[in-house]
């Protein structure tokens, strides 16, 4: 007979309100009962205090970038400079150095309540483009070290074919290139999920992957029903240029090669027209805004909201890891916002959790995650509610609380799949998270 789990939650994030004492049970890895009113913590019950919400969603994840934290912000310059800077970490991977990283990486991820990562992966080759013994090494390399770090992944293998209109690899990008979308194809099919392990596809942006193998990539996620995500419209340099090369935006490119749609999620969608916006919108395309990320680079304040109202679901990633924190994701929308229409109140608090959980797993293929259900997957994290930075505001608050002033560093337990990944703010499998960090990062220094 299957084991049944039972946590007390102090404080629950039930979709719409806060509400205290709520008794969760978990068989399998599932929510199998949640009972409200449950004043005190049931016998046996594991006792979670604080406020507990869904898993957090980190949609769109680059996880080598996490090693140019600090190193780029000597001296000034835009996107493209910083990513000359990309560029030299890039060569230095090996899988054995990736893994090693990437643990980290999610390790600090489930430290700061993130459940389940989508990972936008182009490093693919050896350096110069040799493909490695096992072509998928670098993409199995990932799935391994969310494994250990107890986080789910979507691994969002990209196709990356050019290094502009036209033109082929540079010397840094051949790692990223299979030449062609019908040898990514082949490439990425060996490729098996497991649990915890979804498969989807990524083009890199309309400039990495000609016009005339967009749909290679759209079709071979459709036949898979898997998830497809796209840089799109982050840079207005690649928008002119898209401009020069076919006469249309980016967003038009793609809708004329069946990219767009309901399955498909478009990052950061920043510099957009209005009829881009009414594309994205009328075929339920997606958008992933990593705010802490746009504003790092200079990128710009994506149209989130125009977005959403003309149906696009958001959801947040951390991108470049300027910051792994999904709560500052969440109300760096909201406050984004608020400095371009001098306006408050945008997004409410249930609205911006909603992006960091439930539309950020359905844009990593896992609708039935996200929220505090029976049949839901026991995916969830505990926000301690007394902090300096969370202590003070009524029970009832406690989601605002959380949204507006709580940091990664307020979070307390996390669960995934009923099993205890962090406890009282330290990760169970990575002992020392820092250290980590600290040692993969130095070592592609060295």
Known sequence: MPLTTTYWLEHAWLGSHTEPGVALDVTDGRITAVRTGADTPPPGATVLRGLTVPGLANAHSHAFHRALRGTVQVGSGTFWTWREVMYSVAQR?????YFALARAVYAEMALAGITAVGEFHYLHHAPGGTP??????MGEALIAAAGEAGIRITLLD?????????????HHQLRFSDGTAEKWAERVSALEERDGVRIGAAIHSVRAVPADQLSTVARWAEERRAPLHVHLSEQTAENEACHAAHGVTPTRLLADHGV?????????????????????GSTSTGTCMCPTTERDLADGIGPAAALQKAGSP???????HAVIDLLEEARAMELNERLRTHIRGHWTAAALLRAASADGHAALGRPDAGVLEPGAPADFATIALDTVRTAGPVPRLAAETAVFAATAADVRHVVVGGREIVRDGAHVSVPDVPRALAEAIAALRD
């Open 260 to 280: 767009l749609g309901p399955r498909t999620t478009g990052v950061h969608n920043t510099h957009m027209t209005d009829a881009d916006i009414a594309l994205v």
């Open 93 to 97: 991977l090996t899988p054995d150095s």
């Open 314 to 320: 958001l959801s947040l990633g951390s991108d470049s």
């Open 158 to 170: 990209t196709a990356y074919l050019s290094s502009g209109f036209g033109a082929a690899p540079d």
């Open 132 to 137: 490695y013994a096992d072509p998928n090494a």
